[in-house]
């Protein structure tokens, strides 16, 4: 399997623009994860999704962040507009059913907003 | 509110040297513990996953454990090389199957 899969990998974009990131999760994997790294929180968990339904959105920092899961093998996340404090990189990650199995991350995005 | 705590924040020694990594966190409600790896740029890699009933999980030259009762986890390198070098997260899994996420442990290994 080809791992966890995302794009871009680097985004560069203006105060205000919509940003949109997208993941792959391994095939056969029923949990997806979002999640945010910066230096001063470290990790942070925004939403994760169960056979495709949102289960827990309280990460989600504020109403311009949104994502989606429209089928097994893919995932959104979008932010309009965005702002330069959401600067981070953004991970997905996905597993089978926790807690009995780990979760496999994607190799991030990392976005710049000017 | 639950924590984990990873000391040290950082730690260069040697090539060839046995290291120990620590983790400690406050809830002892948890599913699982992780180990993680991530590279400079670069996604995480899982490690080691240990689940709440397990004492240790080997792979390799490493071996983690954990002690529910003292909030404790460690990660055990043997035999050091210059391709360990990564910083190492703990993270455990929490009763709403969230992970709870250290700081991380920055290691570098001299040649």
């Given amino acids: ?114 | 509110k639950q924590e984990v705590t990873q000391i040290p924040a950082a730690l260069s020694v040697p090539e060839g040297e046995n290291l120990v990594l620590n983790c400690s966190f406050t809830d002892s409600a948890i599913y699982n513990l992780q180990w993680f790896r991530q590279d400079p740029g670069k996604g995480l890699t899982s490690l080691l996953l240990i689940q709440s009933s397990q004492r240790e999980q080997t792979s390799g030259r490493l071996n983690a454990s954990l002690d529910k009762s003292s909030g404790r986890s460690t990660l055990y390198i043997a035999a050091s090389q210059p391709g360990d070098s990564a910083t190492y997260l703990c993270a455990f899994m929490d009763s709403n199957y969230q992970l709870i996420w250290g700081a991380g442990t920055k290691l570098i290994i001299k040649p």
Avoid at chain 1, 35 to 57: A, K, S
């Fill in chain 1, 1 to 114: 399997d080809a791992g966890v899969i995302q794009s871009p990998r680097h985004e560069v974009t203006e105060m205000g623009q919509e940003v949109t990131l997208r993941c792959k999760p391994i095939s056969g994997h029923d949990y997806l994860f979002w999640y945010r790294q910066t230096m001063m929180r470290g990790l942070e968990l925004l939403i994760y999704f169960n056979n495709n339904v949102p289960i827990d959105d309280s990460g989600m920092p504020e109403d311009r962040f949104s994502a989606k899961m429209p089928n097994a093998s893919f995932s959104t996340l979008k932010i309009q507009p965005s702002e330069p404090r959401d600067s981070a990189v953004y991970f997905c990650a996905s597993s089978l059913l926790p807690p009995r199995y780990e979760q496999y991350f994607g190799p991030g995005t990392r976005l710049t907003v000017t």
